[in-house]
């Protein structure tokens, strides 16, 4: 069975039974996937999992775009993606991202942000934001098909597909962004691990090795018109109708601190 995701993505996109992208249009250009194992997640698990390390956690689709938009996203210096995180149990935990912060623009205090969208499935998105060694704050933010989110600058963030399907969502970030997964590897991890119980909620456990650790805050996702996140449009249809809107993703120095204040506002 497939799932038609134009609507919600604006893009002739179709989800296949494999968990991987098709289209329908030939001037869609959609690459070939990078994707992840299990195996590439077990430095990242709270527990050993017996699942086949071989098997495929997720596909990461990097820098699609209709063929007449293609100056567009190069003069903005922005790329649109979209990872597909496949349904499973990982030992105790749902199958998640491996975990990352962004690097700084040169001669910026701030990290790039990125914004996402759901566009299928049950996302769960998990934040932090550090200081040297300590972890400053800690933030989830449960989102849904259509629903959109700001990661700000100098939060590392990990995705956990909370739901039984697999979990589409989009991301649009500078094409200048890189991630840098080195903490997360050297911690086996974010600072709180996530499990899914036996009634669909959710228990956190601390991750020892970070040091004393905030509480948990708990968001959800809110949208604002003037970062380019509004109901009626896509992620994608967004940037093409307002791409300034999204200066603020290639310039954090601008903003940084605003960004913060609107994640929390």
């Known amino acids: ?131 040297g060694e300590s972890i400053l704050d800690m933030i989830l933010v449960k989102a849904s098909s259509g629903e959109k989110l700001l990661v700000p600058p100098d939060y590392g963030h990990v995705t956990v597909n909370i739901g039984n399907t697999p979990l589409v969502m989009s991301n649009l970030m500078a094409s200048n962004a890189t991630s840098v997964h080195r903490e997360y590897l050297e911690k086996k991890g974010a600072a709180y691990y996530i499990f899914v119980d036996n009634n669909n909620g959710l228990k956190y456990q601390g991750n020892n090795r970070y040091g004393p650790l905030p509480s948990i805050r708990e968001l959800t996702p809110k949208l604002n018109e003037s970062l380019g996140l509004m109901a009626e449009f896509s992620l994608y249809q967004s940037f093409v109708i307002s791409p300034y809107r999204f ?3 290639v310039s954090p120095q601008e903003q940084g601190d605003l960004l913060t204040r609107l994640l929390n506002s």
């Open 1 to 131: 069975m497939t799932y038609d995701l134009e609507k919600i993505s604006g893009l002739p996109l179709l989800l296949n039974e494999e968990g991987k992208l098709n289209s329908t249009l030939d001037d869609l250009y959609l690459p070939e996937p990078a994707l992840r194992k299990v195996e590439d997640l077990l430095p990242v698990l709270a527990c050993n999992t017996d699942m086949n390390p071989t098997q495929i956690a997720y596909y990461m689709y990097r820098g699609i775009f209709l063929k007449e938009h293609d100056c567009l996203f190069k003069e903005t210096g922005l790329r649109y993606d979209i990872t597909i995180l496949l349904p499973g149990l990982l030992s105790k935990e749902n199958i998640k991202t491996l975990g990352h912060y962004h690097s700084r623009p040169e001669f910026s205090s701030y990290s790039y942000p990125e914004v996402y969208e759901v566009l299928y499935g049950e996302a769960l998105y998990v934040l932090q934001k550090k200081n």
């Open 247 to 249: 200066k603020y993703l």
